[in-house]
């Protein structure tokens, strides 16, 4: 496993933000995929009933990276697990670190600084 990239941004909680969302965020295709996956991460932190969130099945290896991104981005700890029904699944799990942010990931300005 490789060590993850320099961190950049922060949120209101000081919580950085990877690199590979802030570049992800200025494509138009890429942007729409961390809306989705942020959506997701967000319905599962606002429900304290559920302790793991199973991230699609058909999500392709940038996306499988970038499921990992956001949810880690939310205090959650992530892992891709194998099923026998298909391929590695990224499976985010709660921790005493996840959290709402108070900026969400999409509010973020990625513009370029002039």
Same mark, same amino acid.
């Given at each position: 496993?490789?060590?993850? %990239?320099?961190? +950049? /941004? ?9 690199? *590979?969302?802030?570049?992800? !965020? ?29 991230? %699609?099945?058909? +999500? /392709? ?9 956001? *949810?880690?981005?939310?205090? !959650? ?38």
């Amino acid at each position: 496993s490789r060590p993850a %990239p320099p961190l +950049l /941004g922060a949120s209101a909680r000081n919580v950085p933000v990877d690199a *590979a969302i802030l570049e992800a !965020l200025q494509n138009g295709q890429e942007r729409k995929t961390i809306a989705d996956l942020e959506a997701l991460v967000i319905s599962f932190v606002m429900d304290p009933s559920r302790n793991q969130l199973e991230f %699609p099945s058909t +999500l /392709g290896p940038y996306p499988k990276m970038l499921a990992h991104r956001v *949810a880690q981005a939310y205090g !959650l700890h992530t892992q891709t697990v194998d099923f026998e029904d298909g391929p590695g699944r990224v499976v985010g799990r709660r921790t005493h670190d996840t959290h709402k942010r108070a900026v969400t990931l999409m509010a973020l300005d990625v513009s370029p600084a002039a």
